[in-house]
């Protein structure tokens, strides 16, 4: 077999394009597995298994993989609901409560995914921890004028936090929004509930990425006895 992860998050990503039906408002997330469900619903459209769907990007690389593979797009200025959004994730845990930003997207993923009637998040294996926060940093949104502050801020909330540097670029990276991303590591996130509001309540700070309460479906890409499968919780 390829790469298995690469074809666990295609198996993933086949699965949740096959929950988009005709005439679907659809929130297209961010990340390397959210791209191949880009691509399957696209050739979903492409086959005419399905019609008249409009997809919600949550990033400039979904609105660029969407063109790419023909699905039609929207604004939030233009419609009142969406029906299903595809997204993937960097931690989910048993109550599907999720760490999300590892492609520095999480702000516009949270305004999207949060309005979902139906919010489907499709993962690999190894994406399943059983607390939050065991191998994946908190990615917070900053806006860049608050910088220090909002470090200083973090501290002292137990984190440890990092401005995070781009790749193949010199300097920060940089949201689809202007702002910086700043990742903490939490030792222990006892109540992701409580810290989710806690960042988001140090002025300066636009969104972190802490989900909670908001995923309907979990769709996880497996490996059993050398067969790719897909679980569903
Ligand atoms: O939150 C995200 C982007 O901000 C991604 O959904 C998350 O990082 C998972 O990405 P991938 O599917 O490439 O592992």
């Known amino acids: 077999m390829s790469d298995p992860v690469k074809v666990m998050k295609q198996e993933v990503g086949k699965a949740a394009a096959q929950r988009v039906e005709s005439g679907m408002i659809v929130g297209l997330g961010t990340g390397s597995t959210t791209a191949y469900a880009i691509e399957f619903i696209g050739d979903r459209l492409k086959k005419g298994e399905i019609s008249n769907i409009v997809g919600v990007p949550t990033s400039f690389q979904a609105e660029v993989l969407a063109k790419q593979y023909g699905i039609p797009l929207t604004t939030l200025d233009a419609i009142d609901h969406i029906d299903v959004a595809i997204d993937g994730a960097d931690e989910v845990d048993p109550q599907k409560n ?16 949060y309005l979902a009637k139906t919010f489907i998040v499709v ?6 921890v059983d607390k939050l926060g065991s191998t994946f940093k908190v990615p917070v949104e900053v806006i860049p004028m608050a910088i220090s502050p909002v470090m200083r801020a973090l501290e002292a909330l137990g984190g440890q936090p990092e401005l995070r540097m781009g790749i193949k670029k010199a300097g920060p990276v940089v949201t689809d929004q202007g702002n910086l991303v700043v990742d903490v590591k939490f030792n222990d996130i006892p109540n992701p509930v409580e810290l989710e509001q806690k960042i988001n309540n140090i002025p300066g700070v636009l969104e972190n990425g802490v989900f909670v309460n908001c995923v309907n479906t979990v769709l996880v890409g497996e490996i059993k006895d050398g067969q790719p499968s897909v679980r569903e919780f």
């Open 123 to 128: 993962v690999d294996e190894g994406k399943l």
């Open 98 to 113: 999720l760490i999300k930003g590892g492609g520095a997207a999480h702000t516009r993923e949270k305004v999207v995914d």
